[in-house]
């Protein structure tokens, strides 16, 4: 069982805005930047947001993240086939001394 | 840019120790902790431990203490992971994964190295 929450699947059609969440507590999410990965099938994560919303170079600005007190958020806007993958948050825990991951959400583009 | 290489798939029968190595390139090895990543087929991601290159020291998930030691070659900017007593269900790819200067989650990943426990 994975220290914080996302849902298991998440779904939409071509152009649709989809947003996934991670749910977490004040040891973690709480007092902690954010990470989302997107991970293709047989491929390593690659970071999509750090520090809550930021962008690394040549991630499409279709996704972005935020967050709110201890929850985050991912959101894709305008999905696109090629989007559909898994997806995954992860912070620091100041309880556990070390990162901690969500259990990944499956995005299907219908 | 940063790359993280890390060694070939192995298999292994239970009980045995597997270790898999990671060789950074494209930034300064003593300034970024090095953390493991394991993710069983079909499942999560789940936090194994951490290295500071710099001296050494380490941290290691509850769950893996007394099992797993993480070491590093400073003059070849090469971490390595070693996992003992090996079970079926450490079966997994094992990631290498470089975070920030402080405290945080990864943001460069290594390709990955399938171990394969089985007997």
């Known amino acids: 069982q994975s220290v914080l929450t996302q849902p298991p699947s998440a779904s939409g059609t071509p152009g649709q805005r989809v947003t996934i969440s991670c749910s977490g507590s004040?040891?973690?999410?709480?007092?902690?930047?954010v990470n989302w990965y997107q991970q293709l099938p047989g491929t390593a994560p690659k970071l999509l947001i750090y520090?809550?919303?930021q962008r690394p170079s040549g991630v499409p600005d279709r996704f972005s993240g935020s967050k709110s007190g201890t929850s985050a958020s991912l959101a894709i806007s305008g999905i696109q086939p090629e989007d559909e993958a898994d997806y995954y948050c992860?912070?620091?825990?100041?309880?556990?001394?070390?990162?901690?991951f969500g259990g990944g959400t499956k995005l299907t583009v219908l | 840019q940063v790359l993280l290489v890390q060694s070939g798939a192995e298999v292994k029968k239970p009980g045995a120790a597997v270790k898999v190595s990671c060789t950074a390139s494209g930034y300064s090895f003593t300034t970024y902790y090095m953390q493991w990543v394991r993710q069983a087929p079909g499942q999560g991601l789940e936090w194994m431990g951490m290295?500071?290159?710099?001296?050494?020291?380490?941290n290691y998930a509850h769950k893996f203490q007394g099992r797993v030691t993480m070491t590093r070659d400073a003059s070849t900017r090469t971490v390595y992971m070693e996992l003992r007593n090996l079970r079926s269900d450490d079966t997994a790819v094992y990631y290498c994964a470089r975070g920030a200067p402080g405290p945080g989650p990864p943001a460069y990943w290594g390709q990955g190295t399938l171990v394969t426990v089985s007997s």
């Open positions: 992860a912070t620091w825990d100041d309880s556990l001394n070390g990162p901690v």
């Open positions: 520090s809550n919303n």
């Open positions: 004040r040891s973690n999410i709480g007092g902690n930047t």
């Open positions: 290295i500071n290159p710099t001296g050494g020291s380490s």
